[in-house]
Structures are given as structure tokens and as C-alpha cells.
């Protein structure tokens, strides 16, 4: 008969004290009992494991269950001193900051002005002050930032703007000045990434997010990941070329709903959202504008499907407009003899960025908890 070989028991505790820190992360407060269920540990392992965890600050009392029948039971949950990491979402005008603790729960949200790529100093200290206002009702330090902001993003968190790369300078002067990890993501990647939490997506593994802010870009899910590219330039559709459009020509900005705008009659001067509820009125220039737009979307869909081919677009931004998405669908339909395309409605809609930004840092917040708590006891205990 073969017996299994024998760990040391420094691992096996280790490995079921990650067991229960994630349950408590994922669940939030939970009897022994409870936590027994979520884990399948025994119950003197799950005792065991909670005395070293409280020994070490790790977990702390959450009060008692006395909804189930029969003797109240002390709930445990990790403690709040722990620390806490902050989603940032940047685009072109301002900022919005949530702070969440490792169960992914927004303890506090602000938004402010923020001033645009240039200054770097500038931007750190704005980013800085937004930041410290937001954290001082919050317990526990801040352990990570997660920075959703237009441009390519390379991984190692350089930022490529209108003003050319800055070599991670912003990062890293972020980082500096709060004392934490900062890590920087493509704010459309992130926007691309919390569709695989909402319910639009369900089922679907691969998928192309098109999203309006101030230009029109792409996150790319393939097989239900991200997928960035070599040096992060993935989705940068914007350029794409087309038909009757010179070649470096933007398909979608500020400067092409201008000039739509004064073709079609209406006031240059108005952002998109004013023309998208011109439409949703009926106003026909704005209708007309629509469907040039929509045609415009709905060729880089196609050129996208013919070299990835994902099961469906994701619009999100101003492009989840109605009056946009129906407009999409329409210019999707007229060419769906030739390429059927398969045209939803984001999830999360402007709040998308903002939503990938807190499943990321809910992720990295844990991890960097779980390491800092499991790693010293590991060594204590050899």
C-alpha cells in the first residue's frame, strides 16, 4: 500500500490558513461553523488556524450569529487595521477614487477636477490630496492604489499620452509620495475587465469592449483574459484605418463630433452626450450624426472580427448611450449578411473603469495581505 507523502506541517498550516483568510475576504464575517463549510477544514483545524491568525492580529472578533437557532456563535473577520487599497479612474477632466477593504467593499468614494498629462508634479499632487481626503474617515493604511487612466499602459506602468511616454515617472513619483504600490492599467482594459464580474458577459469568454470617453478604444477578453499586447497597445483602435478617412485620421474624438456637428447643423461646441440626447429626442441632425458614428464603430468591429473574431461587442461610455447603441445595432445589421456581429450593452455602463479598478485592487489588496501574514509565520515556525 502507497502512502502519500508527508508535508512539512508548517505548509499545511500555511495552506489552510490562506484557506480561511480568503473565505473571510470573499464572505466577509463567518462562524467556525461557517467557515468549516466554506473550507471543508475540520473543525480543530479551523480552530487551530483562527488562534494563530488572532495571535497575530490577523482576524478579530465580528460579533455574534444570532439569527440560526440554538447558542450564539462568535463571528471572526479580518481586521479592519489590516489596511485598504484605493481604485482610481482618470479620463481627460477629473478623477474618481473608491477606497474598499480586502472584501472588495467600498468604504468611501470622492471625485474632484483633475488637471491634465503634462505637470507631472501637478498631477501627483492632485492625485495626492484627492487621495488623503477620501482616507481619513477609512481605518488602516493604504497598502495599494490601482490607476485606471487613458494612453497605453506598458507593463511595467509607463504611460504613453498625446505628450509621448513618461517612463513611469508618474508611477513611481505616485508611489513615493503615499508609501504604497501604485499600479497603472489602461483604463479601457480595466472597463474590459469588470464585465467578466457583470451579467452581460456571462458565458461569453471572448469579447471586444468599445467604449467612448473623449476618443473611441478598445479592451480585448480573450478566453476570459485580458489581452494587453507585447507593449500594451492592444485596442488602441482609434487610428484604425478606413474608408474616405485619410490615413492617421481619428475615427472618433472631440474634434470629429465637431465636425459632424457643423455638417449636420448643430452646435460644434456641444460634447457628444448633448448631441446623444438630441437624438434620443429625434432631433434629425443628431440622428444623422449617429449613424455616421455608428458606421464608423461598426467597421473597426469588423476589422477586429476578422483577425480575433470574439462572440460579441461590449459598448461602454457614451457609446451605452441608447441613442448610440441603437444606432450600432442598426449599422451592425446592414452589414450582417456579410459579418454578423453580435452588439450588448456594458454592464456597469461610465461606471465600468471604476468597477474594473476595484476588482483589481480587491485582488492585489488580498494578495499582498495574505503574503505579509502567511510569510512570517512561516519562517517563525521552520
Not at 12 to 25: G, K
Not at 264 to 283: K, M, T, Y
Amino acid at each position: 500500500m502507497t502512502r502519500p507523502p508527508a508535508g512539512p506541517q508548517t505548509l499545511l498550516r500555511s495552506l489552510n490558513a490562506r484557506a480561511i483568510l480568503e473565505a473571510l475576504a470573499r464572505r466577509g464575517p463567518l462562524t467556525r461553523a461557517e467557515l468549516m463549510g466554506e473550507t471543508g477544514l475540520s473543525r480543530t483545524a479551523v480552530t487551530q488556524v483562527l488562534r494563530m491568525l488572532e495571535n497575530g492580529e490577523a482576524v478579530a472578533s465580528a460579533g455574534e450569529d444570532r439569527a440560526t437557532r440554538g447558542p450564539a456563535a462568535a463571528r471572526v473577520a479580518l481586521n479592519p487595521a489590516l489596511g485598504c487599497a484605493a481604485a482610481v479612474h482618470i479620463d481627460h477632466h477629473s478623477a474618481s477614487v473608491a477606497i474598499l477593504d480586502p472584501t472588495g467593499r467600498v468604504m468611501a468614494e470622492e471625485s474632484g477636477r483633475f488637471p491634465p498629462a503634462g505637470d507631472l508634479v501637478e498631477r501627483v499632487d492632485a492625485m495626492t490630496e484627492l487621495l488623503t481626503g477620501v482616507l481619513t474617515p477609512v481605518a488602516g493604511p493604504l497598502r495599494v492604489v490601482v490607476v485606471g487612466t487613458p494612453g497605453i499602459v506598458s507593463r511595467d506602468g509607463a504611460i504613453r499620452d498625446d505628450h509621448g511616454p513618461d517612463g513611469g515617472a508618474f508611477r513611481s513619483a505616485l508611489a513615493t509620495r503615499l508609501g504604497c504600490d501604485v499600479r497603472i492599467e489602461n483604463d479601457v482594459n480595466l472597463a474590459a475587465l469588470a464585465e467578466l464580474s457583470g451579467t452581460v458577459a456571462t458565458g461569453i469568454e471572448s469579447f471586444a469592449l468599445l467604449t467612448i470617453d473623449d476618443g473611441l478604444g478598445a479592451g480585448i477578453v480573450i478566453d476570459g483574459a485580458l489581452h494587453r499586447g507585447a507593449s500594451g497597445i492592444a485596442g488602441e483602435v482609434m487610428y484604425l484605418p478606413q474608408p474616405s478617412l485619410p490615413m492617421g485620421a481619428p475615427v472618433l474624438s472631440e474634434v470629429v463630433v465637431a465636425d459632424l456637428a457643423l455638417t449636420n447643423g448643430r452646435d460644434p461646441g456641444e460634447p457628444l452626450r448633448v448631441h446623444l440626447d438630441a437624438a434620443l429626442e429625434g432631433d434629425g441632425a443628431a440622428v444623422e450624426m449617429m449613424a455616421e458614428l455608428a458606421r464608423r464603430v461598426i467597421l473597426v468591429a469588423g476589422s477586429i472580427t476578422l483577425v480575433l473574431d470574439p462572440a460579441a461587442y461590449i459598448l461602454a461610455g457614451d457609446a451605452a448611450h441608447p441613442a448610440f447603441a441603437d444606432a450600432v445595432r442598426q449599422a451592425a445589421d446592414e452589414v450582417g449578411h456579410l459579418l454578423p456581429l453580435t452588439i450588448l450593452v456594458s454592464s456597469f455602463g461610465r461606471e465600468a473603469t471604476l468597477v474594473g479598478a476595484v476588482g483589481e485592487a480587491t485582488t492585489v489588496l488580498r494578495d499582498a495581505i495574505f503574503s505579509g501574514i502567511l510569510t512570517p509565520t512561516e519562517r517563525t515556525q521552520r
